[in-house]
């Protein structure tokens, strides 16, 4: 599915773990207009979680038997590839099947009019975004940051300290946008700490699931340095709320924030 589009102009970006120790990336975009995004793969259930939290509107190309029913179950504003009118998504010839499906905000946009959704909310970011500068001078140095999220996939970020911005790797390749070439950075990162486990399904293809109810243990890193949190989400559709180990809400830097979710067992 490398390289992706339009991850740079994405204000979060979820990744966790799916079938075969794989990742997927969730990336919620808000006020920018975004001529590609793509690959777009198929549903998983637990993302939903997170596009529900963030009031989201959930594009995806297909989903899982389990994916199908939480979207009737929640009631989920989605647009899905498979059952759209052909419009909306286009397969283009760079990427074979299935990654070669994309999209753009435009698009996705006019299909949401199109099914009467709401394009604005006022619900508030999960994040706390601040003005000043938040440096975590309490913390300890996070120049480099290496997340196992499974055998097959390990994200590395490296710290830019001229930019204040970290570029991402993954399987020791530094990742790039499909059109651009120019390197994917984030500004903040949050890691959190629950396990997945494996699905018994009709399909039997080792889907996931994933324990993200209760709170559990997780990091916050920006402008190199990193402390420990605490993040609690106590219902599905109800915003995950991140902390510091003093109880206080972490303050996080205006820019984008890649949030990987990895098993305890991780050695980050």
């Known amino acids: 599915a490398w390289p992706q589009a339009g991850l740079q102009k994405a204000y979060m970006i ?13 990336a919620l975009f808000k006020g920018v207009d ?20 963030n009031d989201a509107i959930y594009a995806h190309f297909g989903e899982s038997p389990q994916a199908a029913s939480d979207l009737k179950k929640f009631s989920i504003a989605d647009i899905d590839g498979i059952a759209e009118d052909g419009t909306t998504f286009k397969r283009v010839r760079d990427k074979y099947a299935p990654h070669n499906a994309v999209t753009s905000t435009e698009k996705l946009l006019k299909s949401a009019q199109n099914k009467k959704y709401r394009t604005t909310s006022n619900e508030t970011s999960v994040l706390n975004y601040v003005t000043d500068e938040v440096n975590l001078e309490e913390g300890q140095g996070a120049i480099s940051v290496t997340i196992p999220h499974s055998k097959l996939q390990t994200v590395k970020y490296e710290y830019d300290e001229e930019n204040k911005v970290y570029k991402r790797y993954a399987r020791k390749k530094e990742q790039k946008d499909w059109d651009t070439g120019k390197t994917i950075t984030t500004k903040n990162i949050i890691i959190t700490f629950c396990d997945n486990y ?6 039997n293809k080792g889907r996931q699931g994933l324990k993200n109810i209760g709170t559990f ?8 340095n990193a402390i420990p949190i605490k993040c ?6 109800e915003q995950t709320i991140y902390k510091d180990l003093d109880g206080n809400e972490i303050k ?3 820019g984008n924030t890649f949030i990987n979710i990895c098993p305890t067992s991780a050695e980050i």
């Open 14 to 26: 979820y990744e966790i773990i799916v079938e075969g120790g794989e990742t997927r990336l969730m």
């Open 34 to 53: 975004v001529e590609k995004i793509g690959p777009v793969r198929s549903a998983r259930h637990y993302f939903i979680d997170y596009a529900m939290e």
């Open 198 to 203: 494996t699905l018994s399904d009709v399909e």
């Open 217 to 224: 243990d997780g990091y916050y890193i920006t402008n190199g």
């Open 232 to 237: 609690t989400k106590i219902a599905r559709g």
């Open 252 to 254: 996080v830097n205006d």
